[in-house]
């Protein structure tokens, strides 16, 4: 079961993880989502919650859609190889088609394993 304080590392991992994605410092999608630039700060350390508004605002300043969003933070789970699969899928949440492409290319060329 996900607790609030998960939940709040999650979305603050994820703010984080696109803003640099995009290249932008805390002021520059703080200015963009219209909010305070200490408040981005406290989100992506988990020291505030945000209502969905605000979370709305955020990711439309990241041009993501809350959907987008929302599938990159969902939470690695299980064990031993399962939980290892799931982390290198969440790596590749949020990246382009094409670099997801060549990632594919890679794996499949260290697996001897060619692709159709």
Same mark, same amino acid.
């Given at each position: %079961?996900?607790?609030?304080?998960?939940? %709040?590392? %999650?979305?603050? =991992?994820?703010?984080?993880?696109?803003?640099?994605?995009?290249?932008?410092?805390? $002021? =520059?999608?703080?200015?963009k #989502?219209?909010?305070?630039?200490?408040?981005?700060?406290? @989100?992506?350390?988990? !020291?505030?919650?945000c *209502?969905?508004?605000?979370?709305?605002?955020?990711?439309? #300043? @990241?041009?993501?859609? %809350?959907? $987008? &969003? &929302?599938?990159?933070?969902?939470?690695?789970?299980?064990?031993?190889?399962? *939980?290892?699969? =799931? !982390?290198?899928?969440?790596?590749?949440?949020?990246?382009?088609?094409?670099?997801?492409?060549?990632?594919?290319?890679?794996?499949? #060329?260290?697996?001897?394993?060619? @692709?159709?």
């Amino acid at each position: %079961m996900i607790t609030v304080s998960d939940l %709040m590392k %999650m979305v603050g =991992e994820g703010i984080r993880h696109f803003r640099k994605l995009r290249g932008l410092s805390q $002021e =520059e999608l703080a200015n963009k #989502a219209e909010v305070h630039e200490t408040y981005i700060g406290k @989100l992506e350390r988990s !020291e505030k919650v945000c *209502s969905v508004e605000v979370l709305d605002k955020i990711t439309n #300043a @990241l041009d993501l859609s %809350m959907v $987008e &969003f &929302f599938r990159y933070v969902q939470p690695v789970s299980g064990k031993g190889s399962e *939980s290892t699969l =799931e !982390e290198i899928v969440n790596k590749l949440r949020g990246r382009s088609v094409n670099e997801q492409k060549r990632v594919l290319k890679v794996i499949s #060329a260290m697996l001897d394993d060619p @692709l159709d």
